[in-house]
């Protein structure tokens, strides 16, 4: 499993995001490109992302920019990922609607890969940004 850029530079964004929280009131997206060599345009598309995904609160105009909507411990990557990428599903066998499966009606992994899929998951709902925003790890 490998994750899209955009979802890399957005856990890249939010935890400089969480470095500022507390210190500064909004931010901007130059400052926050400039700070992380995120394309700008790019670090605009994420905010709209982000805020539509209610983890960061965003504001137009004269006095606007963004924040965390939410303390950094509160946000995990879980969510970070699956503001970008949707539901979090490593395959098909975890999605009710799919039915593209040619193996489907005789496959023994099937019952399983929903266990699976939670592990991946709750691994990643285990990190949090506050960890994620902190120092390089000793």
Known sequence: MRLTAQADYAVVLLAA???HCGVSGRLNATVIAEE???PLPTVQKLVSRLSAAGLIDSARGTGGGFRLARPPATITLADIVEAIEGPIG???CVDPNAHDCAVG????VRPHMSHVNGAVRG???GVTL???SAGVPA
Do not use: I, N, Y
């Open 17 to 19: 995001a969480a470095r």
């Open 36 to 38: 992380t060599g995120l």
């Open 90 to 92: 490593l395959t098909t």
């Open 105 to 108: 009606g005789s496959c023994h």
């Open 123 to 125: 691994a990643l709902a």
């Open 130 to 132: 506050a960890t994620l």
